[in-house]
């Protein structure tokens, strides 16, 4: 079955410190990956999202992600957060060509200031 | 230019009532997508519409879960008697036709909070 796992629920870091979120799926054939960001009393929005070639993919807010097809991963990476970086984080993987839409459970992120 | 949109932002309802939840996607955008957040968890995919059709309706959770969209616009989710299990926020999202910048890329709206009592 499709699948999505981040396999942190809740993150707290100080600011500049560096994060890392991990996401791995399972879906089969080629697909499309997402990072969604939902800060606080805001709609989920894109951070960023890898379709073909180069797989660092950098997004806003000096956000970045690395595809590695070997691990089924999509780690999701900034090496120095800051305060309003808090927010809940979304993985997400659609087939190539696609529609369908696979989330993982979210990431709560708290920076401390 | 406007996002999308959703009505009522809430909605509390007794158990056994249908409820109907509306979603205005952004102008132009051929896909349209319904998912529901429960408390502490992910988004739990629904539905999607390409155009007025919606060729894959595997995420409704049961027969009493139907959504239709008119005009390539407007879509509404109707859930007939409802249940507490229900009671969870209902997100709407639509994307742009192939060919773009932003092909695949979905823009969310506010969601609408359902509560069953």
Known sequence: ???????????????????????NYSYGGTVNLF?????PGQHLQL?????SGDPLVKGIKGFEAEFIKSKFSFNLRKPSVQW????EYFC???NTGGFKTIFGAGTRLFVKA | GAGVSQSPSNKVTEKGKDVELRCDPISGHTALYWYRQSLGQGLEFLIYFQ??????KSGLPSDRFSAERTGGSVSTLTIQRTQQEDSAVYLCASSPPTGGSSYNEQFFGPGT?????
């Not at chain 1, 079955?1 to 890392?20: C, K, P, R, T, Y």
């Not at chain 1, 309003?84 to 927010?87: H, K």
Request: with cysteine.
């Open chain 1, 84 to 87: 309003s970086d808090t927010a």
């Open chain 2, 113 to 117: 909070r359902l509560t069953v009592l």
């Open chain 1, 92 to 94: 997400a993987v659609t």
């Open chain 1, 47 to 51: 951070l960023l999202k890898y379709f």
């Open chain 1, 1 to 23: 079955a499709q699948s999505v796992s981040q396999h942190n629920h809740h993150v707290i870091l100080s600011e500049a410190a560096s994060l890392e979120l991990g996401c």
């Open chain 2, 51 to 56: 155009g007025n059709s919606a060729p894959d």
């Open chain 1, 35 to 39: 990072w969604y960001v939902q800060y």
